[in-house]
C-alpha cells in the first residue's frame, strides 16, 4: 500500500503566486520608511514624558535625555512632608 499525496497540498503549491523581486523591495523600503516615521514620531513624546517626570532644575540644567534622572528634589520635599501646597499655605500666611 502507498501513500498518495493528498491532492489539496498540490493544488496549493501551484495557485500559489510567488511575488517577483522589485515587489519585494519595495515592501521592505515601505517598512524601512515606516519604522524611520515611527521613530520621529515616538521620541519627542518620549522626551516630553521623560522631562514632565523629571526634576525642574535638572530639565533647565539639561540633564534630562530620554530617560529622566534620580528623582532628588521632589523626593526630599515628600520625605520632610513639605509638599508644593504646604509651602504655598506657609508662604501666603506668613
Not at 515606516?34 to 523629571?54: D, Q
Not at 534622572?69 to 513639605?82: I, K, N, V
Amino acid at each position: 500500500m502507498t501513500l498518495a499525496r493528498h491532492p489539496a497540498t498540490r493544488r496549493e503549491r501551484a495557485t500559489r503566486i510567488k511575488d517577483p523581486l522589485i515587489d519585494r523591495v519595495f515592501m521592505i523600503g515601505v517598512y524601512v520608511l515606516l519604522s524611520v516615521f515611527l521613530l520621529v514620531v515616538l521620541l519627542p513624546l518620549v522626551y516630553i514624558v521623560a522631562n514632565s517626570l523629571s526634576d525642574a532644575s535638572a530639565v533647565s540644567a539639561g540633564r534630562v535625555t530620554f530617560s529622566r534622572p534620580p528623582l532628588t528634589g521632589r523626593s526630599t520635599e515628600f520625605r520632610s512632608g513639605t509638599t508644593a501646597t504646604t509651602a504655598l499655605t506657609r508662604a501666603s500666611s506668613g
